[in-house]
């Protein structure tokens, strides 16, 4: 059992349910030697999808549980109350050790809140950021808190500098990445209060490469690979991307339409604006992972399909396997020590 | 002279300078019969651009200056140092009633400063919030503020709401403008401190139509009317679009350079294409108005041309023929009453 990495998922969460997410498991044990995957859900709902698939039996295990986290509700509430749901049954397991990762599609909300109440923070981390890994024209960057605290301090921004620094440097394999937080501007005089007092703080880091702040406009253009931000800010760029996209390409299509001589070159161009599309694909980067915790609990999109969950949970298993949790405890303890 | 309204302009600011500023008060003149232009400048630098122009001389007037305000250096050093530059010369004509307006494409920083601490805010105005039109699907919606102050408290907001409602349905024409408060979620529990203190506030106020919170993913949906947040979102906001949208083009148009077939449909789309980035072509809707002040202060791009100052000159006009300022006056005093 040991040389097995293993990962709890919440078998019933997103718009697709034990439908995607089980496929993704079974692709995931399938694909990869070293992992198991503990499926929480109910039972038969369980079954019935793990019956359509060819595996080895002993790489799955399905946790019956009986309650599901509504997305619509109180994430506290759901968090605190529904003690047999898939997602609070499967995060204890990460709690007890019986998994070293989680994922779920389900409620953001209740994710982020089980992350810090039933799995818990390392020891040290103030918060604990949500970190998605976010497309640009150069290649990917990460996106650093993109919506788990609201209201954040600057000492909570320099531990995100530092989370973000070692998941680049280990999951992604960006040699020194640099580190930006973002501003209105790049001089040193601009920003809010939250920038100003954070700013001196990440220049006295010395264990990363901080390249100073950069402008919400260059951040598509991959202006750094760690974006520091608050929550609120992160949010905002991630999903007004996501916005402008589709309504760029809605717009755009909507205007090919028109004319007989534009539908014709639209039919040609189809592929090359998909193949730019993709690229904005997020699935294919795994999920968003909450840093600082001990252990690892990922978020996927509500509409996850199974390709998400399985390379979501081989994230998991690079992620344990590249003990970056240990790196992350040591980069933090040395800054709380030098504060002492 | 009382029949015309003057607006005082930068003619040095911009990347463009005397060149285009000059082609764009005159064609603003020739345009609108009841516009008079006070350019500010080096005398012999607008004189030069002037005489390449057939206008009514009666209606361009000169205002010789020696300095211009830096777009690098500190706003607040050069506002109150370059006391003979053309934008605090300008300025200044707005202050003693010279004028009525003001546009710059210079510093937007100095801009932002020169409009609180020359021009002046209104009685009982808090903040003045910078407000660009911002191009959705649907049309356009005013994002408020975009860039002016930063670490806004909740009382500015509510400023912003009212002050933009007036703008959205004066200016634009926008019957009972749909106003929103930019959160990371719609459900009433979510936000920050900054937007969980303001939302009963927005919901209370009676003479705004408030419809909650809008994600930011809905904002280029057209999701409302005037988009409330404070000054750094704001900012995140306009820029990361800017970038998002030019760094897709880009991309798309290598994506479509790579074979034949592309290319050829690439030639037919362009029209349709670029009809689209014309909607997001912000020198259509003239400048960004700086609410609040006593007289209208607008900023216009860096690389602003002939059209959009000439847009901004008529903006001004429009402004002050449609009484905006009484109007908004009368609301913050309506307020400002009832809280005492």
Do not use: W
């Not at 923070?121 to 993109?146: C, F, H, W, Y």
Request: glycine share 10%; aromatic share 4%; proline share 4%.
């Amino acid at each position: 059992m040991s040389d097995y990495i293993t990962v709890a998922i919440d078998g019933m969460g997103g718009d697709n349910g034990a439908l995607e997410m089980v496929k993704g498991a079974v692709n995931a044990v399938n694909e990869h030697d070293n992992v198991k995957v503990i499926i929480c859900g109910d039972e038969e709902t369980i079954n019935t999808e793990l019956a359509k698939y060819e595996y080895a039996d002993y790489k799955i295990e399905v946790v019956p549980t009986t309650e599901e986290v509504e997305v619509d509700a109180s994430p506290v509430m759901e968090i605190r109350q529904k003690k047999d749901s898939s997602m609070v049954v499967a995060m204890k397991l990460v709690k007890e050790g019986r998994a070293s990762g989680f994922v779920s599609a389900g409620s953001s909300g209740a994710i982020l809140v089980g992350g810090q109440l039933l799995v818990g923070r390392m020891k040290g981390v103030q918060r604990a950021p949500l970190a998605p890994l976010v497309p640009n024209t150069e290649g990917i960057s990460l996106l650093i808190d993109a919506g788990a605290n609201m209201d954040a301090k600057p000492e909570h921004l320099v531990q995100y500098a530092q989370m973000g620094s070692i998941y680049m440097e280990k999951i992604v394999g960006i040699k020194n990445p640099r580190v930006g937080i973002v501003n209105v501007g790049v001089e040193e005089h601009k920003g809010n209060k939250l920038v100003k007092e954070t700013f001196p703080l990440l220049k006295e880091l010395d264990d990363i490469n901080f390249i100073g702040s950069v402008e919400p406009r260059d951040v598509p253009h991959g202006a750094c690979d760690v974006i520091v931000c608050d929550a609120f800010v992160g949010n905002a760029l991630l999903k007004v991307q996501e916005g402008l996209a589709s309504a760029l390409v809605h717009m755009i299509k909507d205007s090919i339409m028109k004319s007989t001589r534009t539908k014709i070159g639209g039919a040609l161009v189809k592929p090359a604006i998909k193949d730019v599309m993709k690229l904005f694909d997020t699935s294919e980067y795994g999920g968003a992972p909450l840093l600082g915790l001990d252990g690892l609990v990922v978020k996927i999109h509500g509409n996850a399909t199974h390709k998400e969950m399985k390379n979501a949970i081989l994230q998991c298993v690079d992620f344990t396997e590249k003990k970056v949790n240990d790196q992350i405890r040591e980069s933090i303890q040395k800054t709380v020590n030098k504060d002492k």
